[in-house]
């Protein structure tokens, strides 16, 4: 992902998938910039520069829709992004199951996905948003990036677009 845009604002809003989130003042937001589509954005906490970021530790926000056909419930999603790795670990303020699965990515940085499904109200039939918070270290990810990932799905709010 090429993030050059920055964000200096505390809340980052999504007016087309409907959720905003406050964001810690401890970390700096890269969003991919235009005419790139805006799926999320991307979190720094030791990096003044937003570019070249596939390389470099961060946290990631991606959010997509994800019809029925696809995965209906949070397990099918949990097998469809980690087979039998992944694993429930706790629920969001809106009470939907957040999955959690390991693996290491090209370049050799460690990652663990945090992920949930939620139903879009008085929207298509079967339509699902996908939220993936995504930490990526280049060495052991520790309990301080565990945390840092969980405050930031627990700052999620949900609104009608």
């Known amino acids: 992902m090429m993030a050059s845009a920055q964000v200096c604002a505390l809340e980052y809003r999504h007016d087309d998938f409907g959720f905003s989130v406050r964001v810690p003042s401890t970390l700096k ?3 991919t910039p235009s005419p790139g589509p805006n ?6 906490s030791r990096l003044s520069d937003c570019d070249d970021l596939i ?3 961060r946290l990631e926000l991606f ?3 994800n019809v029925a056909h696809e995965a209906e419930t949070p397990e099918a999603l949990a097998n ?3 087979g039998s790795h992944a694993k429930a670990t706790e629920a969001t ?3 939907s199951a ?3 699965c390991q693996y290491v990515v090209s370049g050799g940085l460690n990652t663990t996905r945090y992920y949930f499904l939620r139903k879009k109200p008085n929207k298509w039939v079967g339509q699902w ?5 995504s930490v990526y270290a280049d060495g052991d990810i520790t309990e301080s990036d565990k945390r840092r990932a969980k405050e930031l799905l627990s700052r999620i709010h949900w609104f009608e677009p």
């Open 98 to 100: 957040i999955y959690q």
């Open 63 to 65: 959010v997509e829709y």
């Open 55 to 57: 390389k470099r530790p």
């Open 80 to 82: 469809d992004a980690c």
């Open 29 to 31: 937001l890269c969003m």
């Open 93 to 95: 303020n809106d009470g």
């Open 39 to 44: 799926h999320g954005f991307v979190a720094l």
């Open 129 to 133: 948003v996908v939220v993936y918070l």
